[in-house]
């Protein structure tokens, strides 16, 4: 099974709140990721939380992260058409290799 | 522009055919990857290396080459592709292992 686990769609109305969820399983891992995959193009990084916060805020960005739990979300405040993309979860595993979720598609509606 | 470049971006061939994707990064990165990206699957990792002649096996490599002569450059080989091999196919380098690392574009590939 996954290492990283998310949802595979999500929709949501344009100017609405978006939430990402994903889980993952090793908790070594000193940073966490998100990454944004808008279509016919490459992941680019969104941003990422220490893994000793709780949560991190970047502008309409808000990261929240449960050690406990092995939680980690991404919220979009005020969605727009422009955040329709695949985002994508991704933890370090203890050999120090990258693991991604399967992604997230969100669509966003006008 | 610090970038990672990917060529072809789009590639369409027959099976047994060789082909080779080629990769090159300018930002002095010691380590390279590939990975390939199929829905539902998210991204697996065919091939990776931590230095010039350093090169290792992912998770899916089978089918698979690469190479490390130059530190710039990362190419896969598929030395007889089958149809199996289409997929969404991405390089990426960071500074060292377990950094962050910055993606190509993708290169869209199908095996007939």
């Known amino acids: 099974g996954e290492d990283v686990e998310q949802s595979l769609f999500l929709s949501v109305r344009e100017g609405d709140s978006s939430v990402i969820n994903c889980t993952y399983t090793?908790?070594?891992?000193?940073?966490l990721y998100w990454y944004k995959q808008e279509p016919g193009a490459g992941l680019q990084l969104l941003t990422y939380i220490f893994s000793n916060m709780d949560m991190k805020q970047d502008q309409r960005l808000t990261v929240l992260l449960n050690k406990k739990d092995k939680h980690l979300s991404l919220r979009i405040a005020d969605t727009q058409t422009g955040d329709s993309a695949i985002y994508f979860c991704a933890e370090i595993d203890n050999n120090n290799d990258m693991r991604f979720g399967a992604g997230t598609r969100l669509t966003v509606k006008p | 522009e610090a970038q990672v470049t990917q060529n072809p971006r789009y590639l369409i061939t027959v099976t047994g055919k060789k082909l080779t994707v080629t990769c090159s990064q300018n930002?002095?990165?010691?380590?390279m990857s590939w990975y390939r990206q199929d829905p539902g699957l998210g991204l697996r990792q065919i091939y990776y290396?931590?230095?010039?002649?350093?090169?290792d096996k992912g998770d899916v490599p089978e089918g698979y080459k690469v190479s490390r002569k130059e530190k710039r450059n990362f190419p896969l080989i598929l030395e007889s592709p089958s149809p199996n091999q289409t997929s969404l196919y991405f390089c990426?380098?960071?500074?060292?292992?377990?950094?962050?690392?910055?993606f190509g574009a993708g290169t869209r590939l199908s095996v007939l």
């Open positions: 990426a380098s960071s500074l060292y292992r377990g950094n962050i690392q910055y």
């Open positions: 930002m002095n990165h010691e380590y």
């Open positions: 090793d908790s070594s891992s000193t940073y």
């Open positions: 290396s931590m230095n010039v002649e350093v090169t």
